[in-house]
Structures are given as C-alpha cells and as structure tokens.
C-alpha cells in the first residue's frame, strides 16, 4: 500500500509505503501514523504479501527530498514489528485448523467461527444444517464439509426449489424403466449417486410438503427406493441442508414438517452476513480480483483507499455474490490499474449510512451547525468526531472551541494530544 503523508516540517512531503494483504493491519498502522500528527492516503496493493517480506518490511519512509526521517525511524520500527505481531497471530488462528479450507476467505472472528464449527462436524456423522442468507457461501461450506469428512464417495447437490414435485422424487430416488411416461431408461438417483459420499440438499424449505416424508423415511431408514421399484436399495449417505428462510418459522407455519426438521438439524451452522464481516471485505476483493485476472489473462488493478471505503461502507443486501459481481464487473472497467469509485455501480457509490440526528441545536457561537453521527458509532470515537469537527469549524482556534465546548483549554489539548491532532 503506497500512502503520502504531509507535514509541516524540513522535510517536506513524506511518503510511506506499507506492504500488506491484511487490511485490518493496515488500518492500524494508518491509524497509528496519524496519531504521529501525519496525514495519511492510502492506495491498496494486493500484489504483495506481508509474509513474504517479513515482519520489519511493512514499513518504508523517505521523504521527498530523500532524507532519512529521524523521527520516524524508531516508531517505524515499533510498527512493523507490531504489524508482523499481528500478522503472525492472524495466521496461527488459520493454522490451529487441520482441515482443508482454502475456498473461504477471510480472517474475521465470525468466519473463524464457522471454520472452527466445520473442524468439529466434518469428519463426524451428523446430519448438518447450513443456515444464512442467500449469497453467504452455504455450498462452500458444504463442500468444506465434504473435503474434510474423509468419506470416499463424491458430493451431490440439489437445489431443492429447481424441480416440481412431480419431478424432485425421480430426481432424488431414482426411477425404473416405464415407471411413468417417458421413462424410457431407468434413472438413477442423486441418493444413489451420493452413496459413501454427502448429498447437497440447497433450499430445503422450497422442498413440497408432499415429498418431506418420503425424505425422511430415507434418513430414518437409510435406504430407498426409485420410482416404479419394488425393493428397496440401502444407501450410506451423510445428508447436509442448507436454508435461507427460518425453518422454525416454516414448522410453526406448518410448511415444513417438524420431525424432519428435527432430523436435518443434529447440528448447525449459521452463516454471518457480509456486513456482519466487513473487515473480511479487502481479502475478498483481492480475491475476486485474482480470480477474474486468471479467467481474463491480465493485470491485478491496484484498488484505491476511497474504492474500499464504498465497498465497506455498502450494506450488500446480495452478501459475497453481489460483490464477486461488483468485483467482476469492475475489473473489466479498469483501464489504468487502479480501481477507482467510478467504476463502482451507482448505488454503491452514492450509498450513504442513515444518521442519527441530534435533537435540538448544538450551543455554537452563532448556534448554528449540525453534526450526525452513524448508527454503531462508539461513545469515544463520537467525541473524538465533534471535538475534531468543532476545532475545523473555528479554523483550529484552541481556546474557542475549549469556550465552545465548556471544556478547560488544558483539558481539550490533552484530547487533542490523544487524537494526534
């Protein structure tokens, strides 16, 4: 990541490059740096690994008339071994999993969670019930499921909404030449063609209340039987569902059978909404973007600071699907290797979080000003904003804004201090 710093100092403008894929390291290190009193912006490059640099390579700081900067060097230091700290503790968490998890990206604490919970189930028995909403990876994570379960035969999934009724038993049990018109051949059934391994039931919900008993007769018993057949066929199948909708609501709604409710979920995982893992978004875009640069044989564009800062402010009501698409879509927009807000969609760059408007006015000089302030903001941060604000409002005069604020002069730049302003 390239960042100019600016600072009225000898040196003039001060650039430093931090070099890493983890964007909450990165964050940090911002953060940190402009606590030293320096601005900073920060252009992404996911071309470069921190490990592969080592702890003391994240940081690198010259400046414009390439001038050692004494005054950096030693916080330089401090900060990159912090970032190789926290870079080291990302990675063990990953590492304590002996399983094979490759297709889910991420290093936040709620998909830690769920790759923690696919450990402990995989290689066990149990029937698994995947739950989240549409686009959060439910059949990545069945398939994770399927990977390390150790079983020898393959996955089979059915999208349980894609078939009639008339067509779903055939298609799950299999059926025998001439079972009904047009059975030319006999068709053997995804319960067959799971045997030993795991069968995929997607959008178990959408499944027709007709045919729920007939899907746990074959859990329960651990056979069955194809359409127009006459004896039944023992099947070693380990069944995992996954839904979008509430299934209790769906029991209480009676469109979905307790008992095979009760039967499907011997254990669950619940899938968390992007928004839920917004730290996870920078890991998925480079993602995505390495992905579509094999599909399309060229370049990784760079992603700028502001291009994040939309994608991670955006709610992503489509979860991880809608942003592999906005991903996908943007790459073949850029031109000049960087990705840029521009070449977002409209909604994502015009999206704004709704604000929670003050009542009354604020006592100002000339009482008059507004500030909002976001849902989910924290006390301190909400301070730190409206000293910083107030302060810009009276052009950086101290003991006005102390005045303005009802606060003592010692005490606003004891704050200030802690801000890094």
Not at 67 to 75: A, F, G, I, Y
Not at 305 to 313: F, I, P, Q
Not at 331 to 346: A, R
Request: charged letters at 25%; aromatic letters at 6%.
């Amino acid at each position: 990541m390239n960042n100019q710093i600016r600072k009225e100092d000898s040196y003039g403008e001060i650039h430093i490059t931090i070099v890493s894929d983890m964007p909450d390291i990165a964050k940090r290190l911002e953060g940190e740096l402009e606590q030293m009193g320096y601005k900073v912006s920060i252009t992404a490059d996911h071309g470069m690994s921190a490990s592969s640099l080592g702890n003391n390579a994240i940081l690198k700081a010259t400046s414009e008339n390439n001038v050692d900067l004494p005054m950096l060097r030693e916080q330089r230091n401090s900060l990159s071994v912090t970032a190789g700290k926290q870079a080291s503790q990302v990675a063990s968490a990953r590492d304590s999993l002996s399983g094979n998890y490759g297709e889910i990206i991420g290093e936040s604490p709620q998909i830690f969670k769920v790759l923690q919970q696919i450990e402990n189930f995989a290689a066990t028995p149990l029937r698994i019930l995947i739950s989240g909403e549409t686009g959060t990876g439910k059949e990545l994570v069945a398939r994770a499921l399927h990977k390390n379960s150790g079983r020898s035969g393959g996955m089979i999934s059915v999208n349980c909404a894609a078939f009639p009724e008339s067509l779903l038993e055939s298609e799950l049990f299999g059926h025998e030449k001439g079972a009904f018109t047009g059975a030319d051949t006999r068709h053997i059934g995804k319960f067959e063609r799971a045997d030993k391994g795991t069968l995929f039931l997607d959008e178990i919900t959408e499944m027709p209340l007709a045919m729920q008993p007939k899907l746990l007769r074959a859990i329960e018993n651990g056979e069955i039987e194809r359409v127009g057949g006459e004896k039944p066929i023992p099947v070693d199948v380990r069944i995992v569902a996954a839904t979008n909708r509430d299934l209790v609501e769906a029991v209480k709604d009676k469109t979905f059978r307790e008992d095979l409710y009760y039967r499907l979920n011997t254990a669950s995982i619940v899938l968390p909404t992007l928004a839920e893992r917004q730290e996870d978004i920078e890991d998925l875009v480079a993602h995505f973007l390495k992905k579509h640069r094999l599909s399309w044989n060229s370049e990784i564009p760079q992603v700028a600071l502001s291009t994040l800062d939309r994608l991670k402010s955006y709610p992503w009501p489509g979860n991880i699907r809608e942003l592999e698409n906005v991903i996908q879509s943007a790459f073949y927009s850029v031109k000049d290797g960087i990705l840029l807000p521009k070449h977002l969609p409209e909604a994502i760059r015009i999206y704004q979080k709704q604000p929670v408007n003050f009542p009354g006015k604020l006592p100002t000089p000339e009482n008059e000003g507004a500030l909002n302030v976001p849902l989910g903001t924290t006390l301190e941060a909400m301070e730190e904003t409206f000293i910083c604000k107030t302060l810009a409002w009276l052009d950086g005069n101290r003991t006005k804004t102390s005045q303005v604020l009802e606060i003592g002069i010692r005490t606003l730049q004891r704050k200030l201090k802690k801000y890094g302003v």
